[in-house]
């Protein structure tokens, strides 16, 4: 079974940088070919779409997020990042990784982000 394994959530003050990174794992399919995304989900509100990066590099951000957040991938280490500057207490959230391939979508358990002062 595929396991994608976030990390780097947390408390931090409006206007400062978090780094989130999810590592996969345990797959037969090359990281590589995995599209991959970051999503979140506050309270009492639908999961959405924050970021996303497939196998070309190619990037696409939620309009909340551009400009602010940046996805990243580095496929050596099976990893995705999602850096995040000027955060917001809006962007309070429990952030989930994604991985996506063929037929095959995986996400993993979820790291919490607390912008508050």
């Known amino acids: 079974q595929v396991q994608l394994v976030e990390s780097g959530g947390g408390l931090v003050q409006p206007g400062g940088s978090l780094t989130l990174s999810c590592v996969v794992s345990?797959?037969?399919?090359?990281?590589?070919?995995?599209?991959m995304g970051w999503y979140r989900q506050a309270p009492g509100e639908q999961r959405e779409l924050v970021a996303t990066?497939?196998?070309?590099?190619?990037?696409k951000y939620a309009d909340s997020v551009k400009g602010r957040f940046t996805i990243s991938r580095d496929n050596a280490k099976n990893t995705v990042n999602l850096q995040m500057n000027s955060l917001k207490p809006e962007d309070t959230a429990v952030y989930y990784c994604?991985?996506?391939?063929?037929?095959?979508?995986?996400w993993g358990q979820g790291t919490q982000v607390t912008v508050s002062s």
């Open positions: 994604n991985a996506k391939f063929a037929i095959w979508n995986y």
């Open positions: 990066i497939v196998s070309d590099g190619s990037t």
């Open positions: 345990r797959s037969t399919a090359s990281f590589s070919r995995y599209a």
